[in-house]
C-alpha cells in the first residue's frame, strides 16, 4: 500500500522539513558557521580553551609524537579489545593521584565521559537531580540514563533536597563544577551534604576545574575538600587545561570498574588515540612541576573581569577562568564576536538555544600565559567595539 502523496512542499523530499528549520534560523540570527583556524595567527584568542597555555608547549607536542610512534596513530579497536596500552593505564594512574580519586577510567572525550558516567549511576528506578545550567553532555546523559530526571534551579542545593525528598530509591546530584556559559562554580560543599542527607552520590563535571581551581590546579573536588569520598564522582576533560583531547572518570575504584562493565560510551567507543594520552600526560606532568600555572589562570581572570567592568560593561565576576561578558540580543552579540575578529581578537559568542536563561553573551577564557599587553589589548578592542546595550546604565 503505497502513502497518499501531499502538497506540502517539506513532504516532497526526505529532508525537506530542513529548508524551513534553516530558514528559521536565519530568520532567528541563530546560524552557526565553522571556520577552520590556521595553524599560526597574528589574532589575539581569547575563545579556545588552553587555560594554561599548554597545546603548544614543546613538552606536550613532543609526548604526542613519542605516544604516536611507539603505540601507532590509532588506538586500533574499543578498551576491551585492542584499544588499552600501558601509556592509558599510565595516565589513569597519575590523574587519579593528582586530583586524589582512588581510580580513573579514560576515554575519548569529555562528552563521552559525561555520558558513561550519568548513564552507569542512573539504572532503572533510580532519580537524576540535574542544574538548570548543566552542560548539554550532562543534560544528554540524564536524557539516554533509565533513571528519572528532576532539573533544578541553578546552583541551588535548597531545590536538589526537595527534589531528593521526594524519592526513596538511588539517586545522584549531577552538576558543573564551574559553569560553562558565565564561569560560576557550583556550591560543591553545599550540595554534597544535601546529597548525604538523603543518601545520594555527587557527579561533578569538572572540565573548567581541572588545571584552574584547587592546590596545584587539581581540581574542583579537591579544592572543596570532596576529592577521594566514597560517594562523589568527577569527570573531567583532557581537551582544556591540559591541552590534548579525551575524558575521563574518577572516583572509587568500585565505580570505575562498574563503568568498565556497562558504560555504552567506553564499551563500544574506540580508546583515545595514544598521541592524545601522551599530549595529556605530559601536560599534567608539567602542570605538577609548575602549579604556579593554576593561580596564573585565576588572576588572568579576575584582571579581565574587572577591567571590562570598570569600562562599564556587564561582565560576569569568574570563579575559574571563563570570563562571560552580556550582550543585548542574539545579533548584536555575533556583530560583536566578528568586529572583535576584524579587529584582530577572537572571543566565543553564546546564544540561544546555548544558554539556557537566553541571555547572549561574549565568552572570554583566560590564559596563564596572557601578557599585560594582550590583556590591554583585549580589553580595548571589547570596549571599542561594544554596542551600545551592552554598557550599564
Not at 552557526?32 to 590556521?38: D, E, H, I, Q, T
Not at 548513564?119 to 528506578?125: E, Q, R, W
Not at 541551588?156 to 538511588?170: C, F, I, N, R, S
Not at 549531577?174 to 545520594?200: H, I, N
Request: with cysteine; net charge negative; charged share 20%.
Amino acid at each position: 500500500m503505497h502513502r497518499q502523496a501531499t502538497n506540502d512542499s517539506s513532504a516532497a523530499t526526505p529532508f525537506g522539513w530542513i529548508d524551513e528549520q534553516s530558514a528559521q534560523r536565519r530568520a532567528a540570527g541563530l546560524v552557526r558557521v565553522l571556520r577552520p583556524r590556521a595553524a599560526e595567527s597574528d589574532r589575539l584568542d581569547l575563545a579556545g580553551n588552553d587555560y594554561l597555555g599548554l597545546s603548544r608547549h614543546p613538552e606536550v607536542t613532543e609526548g604526542a609524537a613519542a605516544a604516536a610512534r611507539h603505540w601507532g596513530g590509532g588506538a586500533t579497536g574499543s578498551r576491551l579489545v585492542t584499544g588499552s596500552t600501558e601509556l592509558h593505564a599510565e595516565l589513569e594512574r597519575e590523574l587519579a593521584e593528582f586530583c586524589g580519586f582512588e581510580a580513573a577510567l579514560v576515554l575519548s572525550s569529555g562528552y563521552a565521559a559525561n555520558l558513561a558516567a550519568v548513564t552507569a549511576l542512573a539504572p532503572h528506578g533510580s532519580l537524576i537531580v540535574s542544574d538548570a545550567g548543566n552542560h548539554a553532555s550532562l543534560i544528554d546523559g540524564c536524557r539516554l540514563a533509565r533513571g528519572a530526571t528532576s532539573v533544578v534551579a541553578h546552583a541551588d542545593p535548597e531545590a536538589v533536597g526537595k527534589a531528593l525528598d521526594t524519592h526513596t530509591g538511588p539517586a545522584v546530584a549531577v552538576t558543573d563544577s564551574v559553569f560553562s556559559v558565565d564561569g560560576d562554580a557550583a556550591p560543591l560543599a553545599q550540595l554534597a551534604a544535601v546529597c548525604r542527607e538523603y543518601r545520594a552520590g555527587l557527579i561533578m563535571d569538572d572540565a573548567h576545574g581541572l588545571g584552574v581551581l584547587g592546590a596545584g590546579g587539581r581540581g574542583a573536588a579537591q579544592a572543596t575538600g570532596l576529592a577521594g569520598d566514597p560517594d562523589v564522582v568527577a569527570t573531567l576533560t583532557l581537551s582544556k587545561s591540559l591541552g590534548s583531547q579525551g575524558g575521563a572518570v574518577l572516583g572509587p575504584a568500585k565505580v570505575i570498574e562498574h563503568l568498565v562493565n556497562t558504560a555504552r560510551t567506553f564499551i563500544f567507543d574506540t580508546g583515545l588515540a595514544p598521541a592524545a594520552a601522551g599530549a595529556a600526560l605530559a601536560a599534567l606532568r608539567l602542570l605538577s612541576r609548575e602549579p604556579e600555572r593554576a593561580a596564573q589562570a585565576r588572576a588572568v581572570a579576575a584582571e579581565l573581569h574587572g577591567r571590562l567592568t570598570a569600562a562599564g560593561l556587564q561582565a560576569v565576576r569568574p570563579d575559574a577562568a571563563v570570563v562571560s561578558v552580556r550582550a543585548p540580543s542574539p545579533d548584536e552579540a555575533v556583530q560583536w564576536a566578528a568586529d572583535c575578529r576584524a579587529a584582530g581578537l577572537v572571543v566565543g559568542c553564546f546564544r540561544p538555544p546555548s544558554v539556557p536563561d537566553g541571555i547572549s553573551r561574549l565568552r572570554l577564557t583566560a590564559r596563564a600565559t596572557l601578557t599585560g599587553d594582550q590583556i590591554e589589548r583585549a580589553v580595548r578592542t571589547i570596549e571599542r567595539t561594544a554596542p551600545a546595550g551592552a554598557r550599564t546604565a
